[in-house]
């Protein structure tokens, strides 16, 4: 057995120690030498946000349909009130989400819910409005990105940001995980990708396009895909794109937009 003296135990002690110091000061990078920053993706995400409307989105009315259901987005400096509304064989059905939960109105009446019930429907409208306003909403307190680096898809550069939520904050949905490709010259938006844990769970990549400026504010819809394969993760959901691994699920339409700067 070899014994070391105290002076080699020192020795080897501060060889470690700068050793380890060397090591973790190095910057984690994405294989292609961008360093994996939060601070860096904040930037980023900042510049996507004031790309598709900045200020605009905290005083604002916004309304749309989509697949056959009308909806409404009040925003005013954190304050908000979220609709929906559409028929069916109970009669008008009217649902509003605000900071003060959520209620169902049928014919102009409120109906009683059981708690379960209350929590999808929330979680439904929230859901709609909350993809129609990205990137809106990146900046909220229970959300935590990431940069992973640089891409490119359809021969267009790409900034890779991960975005993952909070326990407390990130809603009943704070599993899921999210993808954003955001353009390094035009800051837009250009295509997404999502884990979700419901129904099973499972993994959508969408695609941007018919994007119009509504008063200062980016509208986009969607080609909705999903993986052909078990074998795609979330952060390669835009190799497989690239290389045919995704079939086409659905269209994700916003008709009939009208938007208000400021409230009414």
Not at 9 to 22: A, D, E
Not at 42 to 47: M, P, R
Not at 86 to 93: A, E, I
Not at 213 to 239: C, H, P, Q, R
Request: aromatic share 12%; proline share 2%; with cysteine.
């Amino acid at each position: 057995m070899i014994k070391l003296n105290w002076q080699s135990n020192r020795n080897l002690f501060l060889s470690l120690s700068l050793l380890v110091m060397l090591v973790s000061c190095q910057p984690s990078t994405d294989g292609q030498g961008e360093k994996a920053s939060p601070g860096k993706a904040q930037e980023i995400v900042d510049a996507a946000i004031a790309a598709h409307g900045g200020e605009l989105f905290n005083r604002m009315s916004v309304s749309f349909d989509f697949r056959d259901r009308h909806y409404t987005a009040l925003r005013e400096d954190g304050a908000y009130v979220y609709t929906r509304e559409f028929s069916d064989s109970l009669g008008q059905v009217r649902d509003v989400l605000s900071n003060d939960g959520f209620y169902r109105e049928i014919d102009g009446r409120k109906v009683e819910l059981t708690e379960e019930r209350k929590k999808a429907y929330a979680n439904s409208v929230n859901s709609v409005i909350y993809f129609a306003l990205l990137p809106y909403g990146l900046n909220d307190a229970a959300v935590n990105k990431a940069y992973l680096g640089k891409t490119s898809i359809k021969g267009q550069p790409y900034h890779k940001i991960k975005v993952t939520f909070d326990l407390e904050g990130g809603g009943s949905d704070h599993e899921d995980e999210y993808i954003y490709w955001i353009h390094p010259a035009k800051y837009t938006m250009d295509y997404l990708a999502y884990s979700f844990q419901v129904n099973e769970g499972g993994l959508r990549f969408r695609e941007a396009h018919n994007r119009r400026n509504m008063k200062g504010v980016l509208f986009a819809d969607y080609v909705n895909y999903e993986a052909a394969s078990d074998t795609v993760t979330l952060e390669k959901m835009d190799v497989a794109f690239e290389n045919g691994g995704l079939r086409k699920l659905s269209d994700i339409n916003l008709k009939n937009i009208t938007f208000q700067t400021g409230t009414p």
